[in-house]
């Protein structure tokens, strides 16, 4: 069974500044997908980044990139230039890789970050 | 316009009473999935269907069930036998491509027990 780990329950920035959220997970598993969501006040699940553990290179969509270590088990979210619409709460979350394909998500607990204007 | 839709938005539901809540996908999307969120736990698996005809339990499948007679559609029943069935309900669904597996999220249904 896999386990995702968020040790930051809240997290609040300055505008404009940059701000990193912190993920750790276990898991036998060798191959498989991290994801981090994004949840703002109106509860919409939105897919912010994904990376596939195969790959050595660390995924980025514009203001956010993460920081891939494979052999720590580890999975940060760093944001750039924070926005106020960065505002909400953050999930990470794991995806083993099988045959069959896109199996179950394990969520960590969320980190809920405030943008300060 | 391509998407998830769920339905209704809030559903309140008498001690007793057994409610379903919709979901349904114009994606083309072969995985679908049921999760529940509470306060300060995340996310957690409720249902998933990997094809029509065809669902497994996730982690907390004890007092729901779900139906997948068609590919566009993943129902799920929120029985009696739920003791603390009051929270909010995500669905999800994603394409079944192992090179691009991913779920996206609808808007959710806050189910609260009266």
């Known amino acids: 069974a896999q386990t995702v780990t968020q040790s930051q329950p809240e997290m609040s920035v300055q505008e404009a500044e940059t701000v990193t959220l912190s993920c750790t997970y276990d898991t036998s598993e060798n191959n498989y997908y991290l994801f981090w969501y994004k949840q703002p006040p109106s509860r919409q699940m939105i897919l912010v980044i994904r990376q596939e553990a195969y790959k050595q290179q660390n995924a980025t969509e514009n203001r956010f990139s993460v920081n891939f270590q494979k052999a720590a088990k580890s999975f940060s979210l760093k944001i750039s230039d924070s926005q106020l619409g960065d505002t909400a709460m953050y999930f990470c979350?794991?995806?083993?890789?099988?045959?069959?394909?896109?199996?179950?998500?394990?969520f960590g607990t969320g980190t809920r970050l405030t943008i300060i204007p | 316009d391509g998407g998830i839709t769920q339905s209704p938005k809030y559903l309140f539901r008498k001690e007793g009473q057994n409610v379903t809540l919709s979901c349904e996908q114009n994606?083309?999307?072969?995985?679908m999935y049921w999760y529940r969120q509470d306060p300060g736990q995340g996310l957690r698996l409720i249902y998933y269907s990997q094809i029509v005809n065809d669902f497994q339990k996730g982690d907390i499948a004890e007092g729901y069930s779900v139906s997948r007679e068609k590919k566009e559609s993943f129902p799920l029943t929120v029985t009696s036998a739920q003791k603390n069935p009051t929270a909010f309900y995500l669905c999800?669904?994603?394409?079944?491509?192992?090179?691009?597996?991913?779920?996206?999220f609808g808007p959710g249904t806050r189910l609260t027990v009266l």
């Open positions: 979350a794991f995806m083993p890789i099988s045959n069959f394909g896109n199996e179950k998500l394990t």
């Open positions: 999800a669904s994603g394409p079944l491509l192992r090179t691009t597996d991913t779920q996206y």
């Open positions: 994606l083309n999307h072969d995985a």
